[in-house]
């Protein structure tokens, strides 16, 4: 028997501890990427919930879709080392983790995310569990893992297992599937444009909508549609009926996100082969484990910046392997990157396509990340993710706001 031994002289080295918690607000664009100028397509009759209204039906803007804000979270260390993250949540989300959530970080090691990520939830239980709460800690904890990917020098995804494939692949939300299809794209999802207050008028435009596309695109592109929860079940059935002859992949988000019910009934009527997909506005292991285990969907896609950040998400894709699903995350920027390319569930992305347009790349969360990798050829090479943390950086030409301090 050769003999092992550790070597007990060895000491590990210590992490720098968290000094200081600071939260800041930015308009135009970003991780709130609905707030946008005139002209864009992401504000260009859009069906909603809100559509039943027509003075609300035009752009989601005049609803308030844009009134949060770009929510960033700073974690300083005591080395003076500083880990960030964006998510959306504006002012009410710093109010949470300046006077809140950021108790539970100062004076302890960034190692102890498990514990930080318990504390946060478990403390704002009684008014958060989804939405603005949940955005809020995820941007803490996305802010964390940056923090402690610069402290140890190395890329998030190395933290999280590595990559099991050499680069990613992406598909292209926008309103030009063509031109995706063109700049390299797997697929491209559209919007839908009318809901059931439009009538058999606007379904019969919705599938004329389609049809163009379809013959713009050839048959084997991938196309989809995101229905941002506007319709109901029988709508949504309906068209999805109808579509199926256009080769439609997925219908995406097609009605209520509390509807679970409605979702494994939707599942069971669509046409064998067309996929359902929800979970951008679900939160947790345990919205998720509901999506999961009634049978809602085919593809589930947590936001990484709404559904609990990195720390829940392992939990959410470990629920999701296990039932062998999907987990293709909503837009989300590098926070998806780092973690799309350890998963062999998530075999390929989102990329939301910014431009007004949108007739070319540019970056998703532009103009507030340095260094925000974007797909080449609808690619992206894992060495693109070759940086400590997230490896953005805060743009310093964008302007912030501290409305809180403690
Ligand atoms: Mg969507």
């Keep these: 028997m050769p003999h092992i031994r550790g070597d007990a002289s060895v000491t590990l080295k210590s992490l720098s501890k968290i000094k200081h918690v600071r939260a800041f607000t930015v308009r135009g664009g970003g991780a709130d990427y609905h707030d946008q100028g005139e002209g864009h397509w992401i504000d260009n ?48 989300a710093c109010y949470i983790v300046e006077k809140h959530l950021a108790r539970f970080l100062e004076g302890r ?119 941002w929860m506007a319709l109901d079940v029988d709508y949504a059935t309906r068209l999805a009926i109808a579509a199926h002859e256009y080769g439609l992949k997925w219908i995406e988000e097609a009605i209520s996100p509390d509807d679970y019910w409605g979702y494994a009934e939707l599942r069971r009527n669509v046409p064998r082969g067309m996929l359902v997909t929800t979970g951008e ?13 009634m049978e809602c969907c085919d593809i589930i896609q947590p936001d ?22 999907m987990v293709v995350p909503h837009g989300s920027s590098v926070y998806s990157y780092h973690f799309v390319i350890t998963r062999h ?28 990798p974007v797909p080449v050829n609808g690619r992206l090479k894992a060495s693109a993710l070759d940086a400590p943390g997230f490896g953005v950086t805060f743009n310093p030409d964008v302007a912030t706001h501290r409305p809180y301090t403690h």
Excluded at 52 to 57: C, D, F
Excluded at 281 to 293: N, S
Excluded at 356 to 366: K, L
């Design 45 to 92: 009759h859009i069906a909603t919930p809100m559509s039943r209204y027509p003075e609300y039906r035009q752009s989601r803007q005049s609803f308030g879709i844009n009134v949060l804000g770009t929510l960033v979270v700073e974690i300083e260390a005591e080395d003076g080392t500083i880990g960030f993250a964006v998510t959306t949540g504006g002012e009410p």
């Design 109 to 227: 090691s960034p190692l102890e995310y498990e514990k930080i990520w318990d504390q946060m939830y478990f403390s704002t239980q009684y008014y958060g569990r989804k939405g603005l709460v949940i955005n809020a800690i995820s941007g803490v904890d996305l802010a964390l893992w940056d923090l402690l990917g610069k402290l140890r020098q190395e890329p998030v995804y190395h933290m999280l297992g590595g990559a099991v494939r050499d680069e990613l692949q992406f598909y292209a939300t926008g309103a030009r599937p063509d031109i995706a299809k063109e700049l390299g794209f797997i697929g491209g999802k559209m919007a839908l444009h009318h809901g059931p207050a439009e009538g058999v008028e606007g379904l019969k435009k919705n599938i004329a909508e389609l049809a163009e596309m379809r013959e713009r695109v050839g048959p084997d592109f991938w196309l989809m549609w995101d229905c």
């Design 281 to 293: 506005h679900e939160a947790t292991r345990w919205g998720f484990r509901m999506l999961l285990d």
């Design 304 to 325: 990484v910046g709404w559904c609990g950040g990195i720390t829940e998400l392992l939990k959410i894709s470990a629920l999701a392997d296990a039932k062998g699903k």
């Design 345 to 372: 569930n998530s075999p390929f992305a989102e990329f939301l396509m910014m431009h007004p347009g949108p007739t070319e790349v540019v970056p998703m969360f532009a103009p507030q990340l340095l260094g925000e």
